[in-house]
């Protein structure tokens, strides 16, 4: 059995027991969360959310990209979000690797340099800092004075703002 039939078995098994309200796109408590993709970081646990109040948007490091920023501006000016919620977190597989040492592996392998950033850091409170940033500097997203950033401790399970 592949990792996708066990899932879709568990899905069947729980049925439709997801608490929240799936009457509106529009996340009702018009927040957007954007972390990064790591199975440690779990979301809707860490927030208490239930289903239908915030967009959860998720990639490699949690980092703003133009991808992010795409679906942050969707977010706010179709689906009514007013916050931006950033949470990176310690232990991130992008503080292991650089920029030049992912493009070259992928270049030896396939024959193509890849055009887009790795986004690889050492310090996530850096790496907070600059996605905060980038966000708020976007000509795209209509809310930007709320726009916030955490760590989170994968062991502790804690959050702490990066100012």
């Known amino acids: 059995m592949t990792s996708i039939d ?75 979000t007013r916050e931006v919620l950033i949470v990176q977190h310690t232990e991130c597989g992008l503080s292991m690797v650089t920029e030049d040492d992912f493009k070259d592996e992928l270049e030896t392998a396939t024959g193509l340099r890849p055009t887009w950033a790795v986004e690889a850091f050492r310090k996530v409170e850096d790496s907070v800092r600059t996605s905060i940033e980038r966000a708020r500097r976007s000509d795209f997203l209509l809310h930007t004075d709320n726009v916030r950033g955490f760590v989170y401790d994968v062991k502790a399970g804690s959050l702490t703002e990066v100012v």
């Open 6 to 80: 066990v899932l879709l078995k568990r899905n069947q098994e729980i049925g439709n027991i997801v608490p929240g309200d799936r009457s509106s796109p529009k996340p009702s408590l018009q927040v957007a969360i954007l972390t990064c993709m790591d199975a440690r970081i779990r979301v809707f646990e860490i927030f208490g959310l239930l289903q239908g109040e915030a967009h959860v948007l998720r990639n490699a490091g949690g980092v703003v990209t133009d991808d992010m920023i795409r679906s942050l501006a969707l977010s706010q000016r179709k689906l009514g």
